[in-house]
């Protein structure tokens, strides 16, 4: 029997895979097709300080082992999350990850604030990296002194362990994460979406109404598993790697990488049953292995 | 519940140059399904999302759905065979609230025509049905909507607009709801017609859909309700919405 847990910045998780931000909604609709508690983590929707309605329609492109996606944030609210939503996640036996986004440095504080006193968070994970809106998101997630500030801010009025979630539309990612483990961030999650363009060719516009959009999919993960290792490489605490895991092999070579926990977006998308799939193949290839405990393969890739 | 299901292709037929019928047998997935629901096919390994696609009739425990090629999905999903096996995730989304009693309206057009069959069969009433199509090779499906409905009026585009139809008939006579699904602007030029003959009216919508389950909020439908803007999701609040609150 394969030891499947992970401790993750002191947070103890069942298994290694965590449903991805903004794939999953705040939980119940998926728990329409299977028992959620099976799930290492729930990360949910990104929230802001004040309801956002999101963009206009279209908000999502196929394009070739991937899609891209222009929701922009679309949420009720923290304070409407707390109320509404944070009962039920708080119910089910898994960790639950709050995903925040702000147009300020305050906007991250106040969040954070408030989050981590509800019952029912177990982590943060702070959005420096959404594509899809015109203040804040990716323009704090792309230089060091906007993660450094962000994450400092948040850090201060955080009470539980706060994850920074890193854009990949970056020149040197490992230099972003550690600016946010230099302001105490407890772990980084990577990667965002890569933005990204669709063009109709007959009628000339782009094929999202936000014009740019955010790429995911198994057109990512190899972009996804040389970031994940750069900054596993880069530092210290503990990294959550995501971009394309379709699979149970695509989540063992991010741990290989040095993922300790594996996100699964996009592929939720295709197949509810996704991330039951990732964690039984996860398993068996651990247990065909002859491996013990899944936190054994992290960061174990052989370099040539 | 909404399912994964893997089910088999019985029959498929090509009805116009670019709209395929086909039959899958999927067991329990038949008996669930209420008019106006759909369902997400997968099409193909070699595309990532699913198409969804709404309901044309349905019995104990076989589908029927139609659909047109519009690009790569639904050509791969028109050279399937009677035999090869289908991912389908369904029932989903909200579909017709039909009214217990009194005649009914179901006015489509285009590829929207087919999931209002299923609805009309359903209605316990006397049903209108108003059907438009580009031209006479685009027609589809007459003979079956005269089978379950009171009336049957197709147009075509070069003889005018199945709205005007829909005109017609609120001037002649009261009806307890109207009930539509087709392209964008004929939805919008219905529901300003309901409006004013101040009939309750619900359109299926169209949108380009991700998860199907309301999850990842792709999606989106513009409505205000009680002055209030939100944004729904065509997939689980729809695809049928109350024409009244869609911001068109």
Known sequence: ??????????????????????????????????????????????????????????????????????????????????????????????????????????????????????????????????????AGGMQFGTTTDGVSAVTAAVKKYSKVPVMVKLSPNVTDIAEIARAAEGEGADAVSLINTLLAMRIDT??????????????????????????????????????????????????????????????????????????????????????????????????????? | MPNRYICEITASERMTDTAFAMTVNCGELAGEVHPGQFIHIKCGEERLLRRPISICRADADTLEFVFEIKGEGTRWLAERKPGDRLDILGPLGNGFALPESGNIIAISGGIGVPPMLFAAQSATGGVTALLGFRDDDKVILTQAFAEVCDTVRVITDDKGYVTDLLEEELNNGAHSAVIACGPRAMLKAVAEICKRHNVPCQVSLEERMGCGVGACLVCACATQIDGKDHMRRVCKDGPVFNAAEVVW
């Open chain 1, 202 to 304: 007959q009628t000339r516009r782009p094929v999202l109404h936000n014009n740019m959009g955010g790429l995911s999919g198994a057109a990512v993960f190899p972009v996804a598993v040389r970031m994940v290792w750069q900054v596993a490489s880069a530092v210290k605490i503990p990294v959550l790697g995501m971009g394309g895991v379709m699979d149970g092999d695509n989540a063992a070579e991010m741990m290989l990488a040095g993922a300790s926990l594996i996100g699964v977006g996009t592929a939720n998308i295709v197949d509810p049953y996704a991330p039951l799939t990732v964690i039984d193949a996860l398993g068996e290839y651990l247990a065909h292995n002859g491996i013990h405990s899944a936190k054994e393969i992290v960061g174990e890739v052989i370099l040539n």
């Open chain 1, 1 to 134: 029997m394969v030891d499947m847990r992970i401790n993750f910045a002191g947070v103890e998780f069942k298994n290694p895979i965590v449903t991805a931000s903004g794939t999953f909604g705040f939980g119940r609709e998926y728990g329409e097709y299977y028992d959620l508690t099976k799930l290492g983590g729930i990360c949910v929707k990104g929230l802001t300080v004040t309801e956002r309605l999101g963009n206009m329609p279209p908000r999502i492109a196929e394009t070739p082992a991937g899609m891209l996606n222009s929701v922009g944030l679309q949420n009720p609210g923290v304070d409407a999350f707390i109320r509404d939503e944070l009962p039920f996640l708080k119910s089910l036996d898994t960790v639950i990850i709050a995903n925040i986004s702000g147009n300020t440095v305050d906007e991250y504080a106040e969040m954070a604030e408030k989050l981590s006193n509800a019952d029912g968070v177990d982590m943060l994970e702070v959005n420096v990296s959404c594509p899809n809106v015109k």
